[in-house]
Every structure is written in C-alpha cells, then in structure tokens.
C-alpha cells in the first residue's frame, strides 16, 4: 500500500488492485478452507512462516491444547503486505495488521479493525561489528537494507525517524525489500547497515553484528513514552467478520493472548522451539539469546493503554504526512466476553 495520502483516483486504483490481485490468489483458498464444523468457532487465519515472531505461535497452541473447541484454517502468505491483501479480499478472516496499514485501508475503502494484540514493535537497526556508526543518525547518506516500503515495520521506522525531526525516505539510501534479500545484502557488505524484524536481528547479533538502536527506543527518543510500548501490529480482520461471529473473533484473539501468557511465563520456550523460527543448531549464540530478546516482543494487554498508543501513532502520522487523517471511526475495537 502506498505511504502517502490517496487522492481520490489513487484509492479507486488501490482497491481494484487489492481486491483483484489478491482476489485471484484467494479462489481455491476459499473453496479448501469452509467454515467450522460442529459448532466449533471457524477462522481462517494468518499461518506465520519461519523469520517472523509469529511463526512459534500456531505450534505452543498445538503443544498446550489451545486450539480445543476451534476449527481454524491456515493461510500462509508470500510476505509483508500479501496476507494483509488476502484480508481485504475475503481469503482471510484474520491477519497481522499495524495500525497505519489500517488507516491506508480505510483511506482506500475498507473497514478493518485490529481486535486483539499481535506483536509490539520489534524493529532494530543493526551494523557490523567493525562500523564507525553508532546510531542510527551517523547513518544518514549511507546505504541501509529496510523491510518493504509496504510493511508495518518499514512504517513505523519512518514514524519513528519523523518524531525525532527525521525523513527517512529523504535522509537515507534505502534498499527496501523482503527480508531475506535484506539480509542478503547485509551480509555480502552491500549496505552499511540493515533495518529489520525478530528474529532476524537475533541472529545476526549472534553471529557478531552490533545492534545500534530499536524503534521503540527511537519512539521513545521522541514522544517520551515508554519504548516496550510501541505496538508493532494487532490482530486485524474486517469490521463485517466482527459482526458476523463475535465469537469466532473472541476465540482467536483468546488463543493468541494464551499463547504469550506461556511465552511470558516460560520463555524458555523460544530456545526450544528455535528451527520454527528458522535458526538452526549450529547458532548457539542466538539461540541462548531468544529468551531474552523475544519474551517482550508479545503483549498480553489489550485495551485502553493499547489504544492510547495506536491512537498516537495515528495522530503523529497525520503530522508528519504518513497518513492523511485521523478517522472518525478508530479502526480497533476490544471485544466482549465470549
């Protein structure tokens, strides 16, 4: 999705790509997923896949019992922007969407609400260990790898660079692209630095890399507020799923704060579950330090606290251009009791 204000051609365009592209994809999806058996609550939802925080969420619910009593279908994605167009177009009931990415929607004609807490912000900006650089501002007209133009993470490291009077776009040599190719870049030496997610950061900091700053700290820099604040993405689906089953929305955003529950409690649990992460044996280093980087990056609250900071992050992207206004109709929402 773009970055800036749509004007009234460019939201026509936007969501006839967004339906029809991602339409196209979604027919077979449609026709293999169903709905729930037996009275058990049905959705298909985001089936996060190795590279990503997410992806260690679907096998702790499997090992703890908590997909009893749910029939959901996993829908994989190619990549930051992808599952987020399988939404809009129907192929999904519920993915990652950040809270940005929910205003560009509704700016485009669709009604999407964040229900539940996903991931807090779990962006970091790394060099290798022999750079001169040591922040993020030493950086500025050196080359740096970042996440897609079109990714929550990419979002919020210009909201981030814009509270502290910076234009990441305008100040920086950016490689945007998939995460892979940016870490493909990083190591080869193509760039002087690389902006990217958990726990990709993880394993290059165990592998030597030198870790200069988080988004959340540069929020922090910023806005004063806390930096383990900053909320990366929540739980998303269409207002339309919410109304249609309460229940089946209950159900997940349930499942998902169960499953940080034990991540908080037991964070020992990464080290052991590390190759669905994608590390593999042989990097000890970020193995041990999964723990202690990872625990944090999944909240367990969702409410007033949340959406003060969606709402901030709302509001400064209006200031500084990312977003063209603040809706009337915030697009996140807490549910009842199921």
Same mark, same amino acid.
């Given at each position: 999705?773009?970055?800036?204000?749509?004007?009234?051609?460019?939201?026509?365009?936007?969501?006839?790509?967004?339906?029809?592209?991602?339409?196209?994809?979604?027919?077979?999806?449609?026709?293999?997923?169903?709905?729930?058996?037996?009275?058990?609550?049905?959705?298909?939802?985001?089936?996060?896949?190795?590279?990503?925080?997410?992806?260690?969420?679907?096998?702790?619910?499997?090992?703890?019992?908590?997909?009893?009593?749910?029939?959901?279908?996993?829908?994989?994605?190619?990549?930051?922007?992808?599952?987020?167009?399988?939404?809009?177009?129907?192929?999904?009931?519920?993915?990652?969407?950040?809270?940005?990415?929910?205003?560009?929607?509704?700016?485009?004609?669709?009604?999407?609400?964040?229900?539940?807490?996903?991931?807090?912000?779990?962006?970091?900006?790394?060099?290798?260990?022999?750079?001169?650089?040591?922040?993020?501002?030493?950086?500025?007209?050196?080359?740096?790898?970042?996440?897609?133009?079109?990714?929550?993470?990419?979002?919020?490291?210009?909201?981030?660079?814009?509270?502290?009077?910076?234009?990441?776009?305008?100040?920086?040599?950016?490689?945007?692209?998939?995460?892979? #190719?940016? +870490?493909? /870049?990083?190591?080869? &030496?193509? *760039?002087? =630095?690389?902006?990217?997610?958990? !726990?990709? %950061?993880? @394993?290059?900091?165990?592998?030597?890399?030198?870790?200069?700053?988080?988004?959340?700290?540069?929020?922090?820099?910023?806005?004063?507020?806390?930096? #383990?604040? +900053?909320? /990366?993405?929540?739980? &998303?689906? *269409?207002? =339309?799923?919410?109304?249609?089953? !309460?229940? %089946?929305? @209950?159900?997940?955003?349930?499942?998902?704060?169960?499953?940080?529950?034990?991540?908080?409690?037991?964070?020992?649990?990464?080290?052991?579950?590390?190759?669905?992460?994608?590390?593999?044996?042989?990097?000890?280093?970020?193995?041990?330090?999964?723990?202690?980087?990872?625990?944090?990056?999944?909240?367990?609250?969702?409410?007033?606290?949340?959406?003060?900071?969606?709402?901030?992050?709302?509001?400064?992207?209006?200031?500084?251009?990312?977003?063209?206004?603040?809706?009337?109709?915030?697009?996140?929402?807490?549910?009842?009791?199921?």
């Amino acid at each position: 999705m773009p970055e800036h204000p749509l004007t009234t051609d460019r939201r026509t365009v936007l969501r006839a790509v967004l339906l029809g592209a991602a339409g196209l994809a979604a027919t077979p999806l449609l026709a293999a997923c169903g709905g729930a058996a037996g009275g058990r609550a049905g959705a298909r939802v985001e089936d996060s896949g190795a590279g990503t925080a997410s992806s260690v969420i679907r096998p702790i619910a499997e090992q703890n019992g908590l997909l009893e009593g749910l029939d959901l279908s996993y829908v994989s994605g190619t990549g930051p922007g992808d599952v987020q167009n399988k939404l809009l177009s129907g192929a999904l009931d519920v993915a990652s969407f950040g809270p940005l990415g929910a205003v560009v929607a509704a700016e485009a004609g669709s009604d999407v609400v964040l229900f539940s807490p996903n991931l807090t912000n779990h962006v970091r900006w790394l060099v290798p260990e022999n750079s001169p650089y040591r922040t993020p501002a030493d950086l500025r007209g050196k080359r740096v790898a970042t996440p897609p133009n079109n990714s929550d993470a990419f979002r919020s490291t210009q909201l981030a660079a814009a509270v502290n009077g910076t234009d990441l776009n305008a100040e920086y040599e950016l490689f945007p692209g998939a995460v892979l #190719a940016g +870490l493909a /870049l990083f190591d080869r &030496g193509d *760039v002087d =630095a690389i902006v990217t997610i958990e !726990p990709n %950061a993880t @394993r290059l900091v165990g592998r030597g890399a030198r870790q200069i700053a988080t988004v959340g700290e540069q929020w922090a820099q910023g806005t004063g507020e806390d930096p #383990a604040s +900053l909320i /990366l993405n929540g739980q &998303g689906t *269409v207002r =339309a799923f919410l109304d249609r089953d !309460p229940v %089946a929305a @209950r159900a997940v955003a349930d499942l998902r704060v169960r499953a940080h529950e034990i991540i908080r409690e037991r964070p020992a649990v990464l080290t052991d579950l590390h190759e669905v992460y994608g590390i593999p044996a042989t990097e000890r280093a970020a193995i041990a330090l999964l723990p202690e980087r990872m625990r944090d990056v999944y909240p367990v609250e969702w409410g007033a606290p949340a959406f003060a900071n969606l709402q901030r992050q709302v509001e400064v992207a209006r200031q500084v251009g990312l977003v063209k206004a603040v809706p009337a109709q915030l697009p996140w929402t807490e549910l009842g009791a199921a």
